[in-house]
């Protein structure tokens, strides 16, 4: 078979993967795509709203969102917003676009790591991946900065053997915008520093490359600690919030960082992973003192590299994780399943290459089919979460005067993202001596923990008629459990 023949048919079965993907995005997407947005979502979305009006510049919420978000993401939001594009064009362009092109930079690092059957293996668990797929359906930053460390790495290895200029900017560059969409993606950087040094050594300090194409990728960074500098005399004020928050939580390590890997693979692919994980470690074992002749070996310890680093990060130095802090992994964690499925097939064809190929494809549908059943139900049950409370704050801003303030507990970002309303606070300490209600609407809500002080004040003032339930919202269909509950003040 020549040469042609077999790249013509890696491209139609890429391109059948990545068709695949795309297709399942667009149905599971349509499913959901009237769904509410999370607590994270809205404060982006808040961010953005105020970086247009400017309303609630003043708001301790917002102050305190500018400081710890990163400022690309509430940016983009922002853009959408002026161009009256709906929350749904935000997603599909932020969230499914980019998962459909993650496809192919899982197969494009795959390949260039090892060879084009291991990363049409790795995108096959890609284009399935039910982690992918949840978060792609939502206004979060997970997806894109994902996106942004793949294109990144792959780059980082098109680059890593000689400190090519080109492709050296492009991933540090890539790598910048990731950052500035997620702050944790920095650690990449770290991880690429230490392979740098374990296959350069001290030629690293003088590679004119390295140096210029790393001060050229991190302009946006660089320009962001600046404008951190002028604005809060800090270069990365968020860093001081998160480090005093570990601080005073004096939280445990985050082991369980590791049991996300499990969860977020599921079975059967989960084992693939393990013994990959094994193999690479065997093999780069095996090969110390020549890893720097042998480029499955170097990748190898890249790709060690990199699991150690991130997961470090969360359990060592953050000491907190979600699965979803993981997406930045994505191309070791589909790789290394891949590796084992080709190390099957290879030993398996020894004896019956029939037997070999049924072995392996049914490996990848079954992990396939598991990854896909486990997104589409998780898609369907998330689906209406706060729903009462988008429906709350959206009521208001269609049946309420337009100066009307409002206060509600767990409020701000819903009443500035979905209500446009001007807000009240409550204090830390709530007591009926040291607080007046100058609100014109008040919200209490079951959606979220309830603040005791909070509902013991608004009970008080309702039972002096003080408060009037207008409207009332609830998580049965026969209307008997409250989840939010809007009153209106009367004097």
Request: proline letters at 3%.
């Amino acid at each position: 078979m020549t040469k042609e023949i077999i790249e013509k048919r890696i491209n139609l079965l890429l391109g059948a993967i990545i068709l695949f993907g795309a297709v399942i995005r667009i149905y599971l997407f349509n499913l959901v795509k009237t769904q509410a947005h999370w607590w994270d979502s809205l404060a982006y979305g808040s961010l953005a709203k105020n970086m247009i009006f400017h309303k609630w510049d003043e708001v301790p919420f917002i102050v305190h969102e500018l400081v710890i978000r990163p400022p690309l993401f509430p940016l983009i939001w922002s853009w959408f917003l002026r161009m009256g594009a709906s929350d749904s064009s935000l997603i599909f362009i932020t969230g499914i676009v980019p998962s459909i092109i993650s496809i192919f930079l899982v197969y494009l690092i795959g390949k260039e790591m090892y060879n084009a059957k291991i990363g049409l293996i790795a995108a096959s668990f890609a284009s399935v991946s039910w982690i992918h797929l949840f978060y792609s359906a939502r206004a979060m930053t997970d997806v894109p900065s994902m996106c942004l460390v793949l294109a990144s790495i792959y780059f980082f290895i098109k680059a890593q053997d000689s400190i090519s200029i080109k492709p050296w900017v492009i991933s540090i560059l890539s790598l910048s915008f990731a950052v500035l969409l997620r702050y944790s993606h920095a650690v990449v950087a770290f991880a690429y520093l230490a392979f740098l040094i374990s296959t350069h050594r001290t030629k690293l300090i003088k590679n004119k490359n390295f140096w210029i194409g790393g001060l050229i990728g991190a302009i946006p960074l660089i320009i962001f600690v600046l404008i951190n500098l002028v604005n809060y005399g800090s270069l990365l004020p968020a860093g001081s919030e998160y480090s005093s928050s570990i601080s005073e939580n004096n939280q445990a390590l985050a082991w369980y960082t590791i049991g996300f890997i499990k969860h977020i693979l599921q079975e059967p692919l989960i084992y693939l992973f393990y013994l990959g994980f094994i193999l690479i470690v065997i093999k780069t074992t095996m090969s110390y003192g020549f890893i720097l002749k042998q480029k499955e070996t170097k990748m190898h310890l890249f790709n060690i590299l990199l699991l150690l680093f991130v997961l470090s990060f969360y359990i060592f130095i953050i000491k907190a994780s979600e699965d979803r802090y993981l997406l930045g992994l994505s191309s070791l964690l589909f790789i290394l399943p891949a590796i084992t499925i080709s190390y099957i097939y290879d030993f398996t064809s020894k004896y019956k290459k029939e037997i070999a190929s049924v072995l392996c494809i049914a490996l990848v549908l079954w992990s396939a089919y598991a990854q896909f059943s486990f997104a589409k139900s998780l898609m369907l049950d998330k689906k209406e979460s706060y729903r009462q409370m988008k429906d709350a704050y959206e009521w208001i801003k269609y049946n309420t005067p337009e100066d009307s303030i409002i206060i509600g507990d767990w409020g701000e970002p819903y009443i500035i993202y979905y209500a446009d309303r001007d807000i009240q606070n409550w204090p830390d300490n709530l007591t009926f001596t040291n607080f007046t209600l100058k609100a014109d609407y008040v919200v209490l809500t079951a959606v979220h923990q309830p603040n005791e002080k909070v509902v013991t004040y608004v009970n008080g003032l309702a039972e002096k008629g003080n408060l009037v339930v207008v409207k009332a919202f609830f998580f049965d269909a026969e209307q008997k459990q409250p989840a939010v509950v809007i009153y209106k003040k009367t004097q």
